[in-house]
């Protein structure tokens, strides 16, 4: 079991909300990431991070942002959260490329999000 | 567009029975990485193959990678029930540019009859 977190679990909002989801791991890893996934579809990478301060957009374009200010913790923020919005939301780590086990990513439980 | 594409989408089979899932992919890659994904939860790391490799085995699994034809298989033998879950395939692409992270298939669903 990978030692990554992400709450909360289930989220049902109202349109115009602002909405973080939280996500952390304890295994000291350089590199996060989220993704995206729709019911029964492939996962697509909203964001990453290689390291405190660092932020990148991923390959699908996504209203949401984050932020890096320490290692272990990478929430995901939407500040108007509308219907388009709901999805499942996965977090993910890795340690730094060249590292031992890096070319590996540990994934949360996952936040199923729905908006109203 | 999408980099890995397993099939069949979906595979039904009887307890016992060994599972195969497909995966093809287009442009050239460091790795590539099977998961599991059970549902409603986070993805576990199954098995991965680098690029100079043609098969690997953990366990009850067996990956198989063809770069020429840009396709990989897994193989799960003697499947149990908890072998139902959703597969996908993930690449580490080596394409220098573009977004950092592993690309998705969008998974073969497999359900194992008791």
């Known amino acids: 079991e990978a030692d990554i977190y992400q709450t909360p679990r289930y989220l049902v909002i109202g349109t115009g909300k602002k909405i973080t989801l939280e996500c952390s791991q304890t295994?000291?890893?350089?590199?996060m990431y989220w993704y995206q996934q729709d019911p029964g579809m492939e996962l697509h990478l909203i964001h990453y991070?290689?390291?405190?301060?660092?932020?990148e957009k991923g390959d699908l374009s996504s209203e949401s942002t984050v932020s890096r200010i320490r290692t272990e913790h990478f929430p995901l923020t939407l500040e108007s959260a509308r219907p388009s919005h709901t999805s499942q939301y996965l977090c993910a780590s890795s340690a730094l490329a060249g590292g031992p086990g890096s070319d590996t990513q540990y994934f949360g439980p996952g936040t199923r999000l729905t908006v109203l | 567009s999408q980099q890995g594409e397993e099939d069949p989408q979906a595979l039904s089979i009887q307890e016992g029975e060994n599972a195969t899932m497909n995966c093809s992919y287009k442009t050239s890659i460091n790795n590539l990485q099977w998961y599991r994904q059970n549902s409603g939860r986070g993805l576990v790391h199954l098995i991965l193959i680098r690029s100079n490799e043609r098969e690997k085995h953990s366990g009850r699994l067996r990956v198989t990678l063809d770069t020429s034809k840009k396709s990989s298989s897994l193989l799960i033998t003697a499947s149990r029930a908890a072998d139902t879950a959703s597969y996908f395939c993930?690449?580490?692409?080596?394409?220098?540019?573009?977004?950092?992270?592993?690309?998705f298939g969008k998974g073969t669903h497999l359900i194992i009859q008791p």
């Open positions: 993930a690449t580490d692409a080596n394409s220098g540019g573009g977004a950092d992270g592993l690309t």
């Open positions: 991070s290689y390291g405190v301060n660092s932020t």
């Open positions: 295994m000291g890893h350089d590199k």
